[in-house]
T-cell receptor, first 115, second 110 residues
């Protein structure tokens, strides 16, 4: 029973293409996130949704557009891919309330390579 | 200055050793702190939360010093399976997001 799943696991594509990454969680959590981990392994938040509502939108190029059809799903669409977009993208989820609201559970990651 | 700073390591220790990692944070409004573990080419996984009173989970002990804005993780009796990158994490002080340190790499050898 995978708690947070992402597809695809690997994505190799050319510059200029548009691609999507999908994420689903079966933990019943209200909040979901997208993170980017670059080649230096630094993990940085991109977006956060709570119950389908966008609550965090970091300084991310508008080529990146998240979409949350329901609170169990958060997808990431990337337009006009650039070489610098190559990274590992992690989806995560957390409960909304209480101290444990900050405990986040991560998906296995999507390794994106732009050539 | 990074919001959460850690020594990147690597820390190379023999099995059975005790090793300590330190981390400092710059946002005095941060309230919640965690240690996450990330294995090579895997996702980060929550290792333990860090409480002001300090907390222990088996061989792992975490401490928080709010006055010095300092967090530590102590691993006793290191196992080969402890080899990983340990990420120090704090909340952003009310902005519903976590700030991750760059991680400290631990390599335990026989």
């Amino acid at each position: 029973d995978t708690a947070v799943s992402q597809t695809p696991k690997y994505l190799v594509t050319q510059m200029g293409n548009d691609k999507s990454i999908k994420c689903e969680q079966n933990l019943g959590h209200d909040t979901m996130y997208w993170y980017k981990q670059d080649s230096k392994k630094f993990l940085k938040i991109m977006f956060s949704y709570n119950n389908k509502e966008l609550i965090i939108n970091e300084t991310v190029p508008n080529r990146f557009s998240p979409k949350s059809p329901d609170k169990a799903h958060l997808n990431l669409h990337i337009n006009s891919l650039e070489l610098g977009d190559s990274a590992v993208y992690f989806c995560a989820s957390s409960p909304r309330t209480g101290f444990s609201s900050y405990e986040q559970y991560f998906g296995p990651g999507t390794r994106l390579t732009v050539t | 200055r990074k919001e959460v700073e850690q020594d990147p390591g690597p820390f190379n220790v023999p099995e059975g050793a005790t090793v300590a990692f330190n981390c400092t944070y710059s946002n005095s409004a941060s309230q919640s702190f965690f240690w996450y573990r990330q294995d090579c080419r895997k996702e980060p996984k929550l290792l333990m939360s860090v409480y002001s009173s300090g907390n222990e989970d088996g061989r792992f002990t975490a401490q928080l010093n709010r006055a010095s804005q300092y967090i530590s993780l102590l691993i006793r009796d290191s196992k080969l399976s402890d080899s990983a990158t340990y990420l120090c994490v704090g909340d952003s002080g009310g902005y519903n997001k976590l700030i991750f340190g760059a991680g400290t790499r631990l390599a335990v050898h026989p």
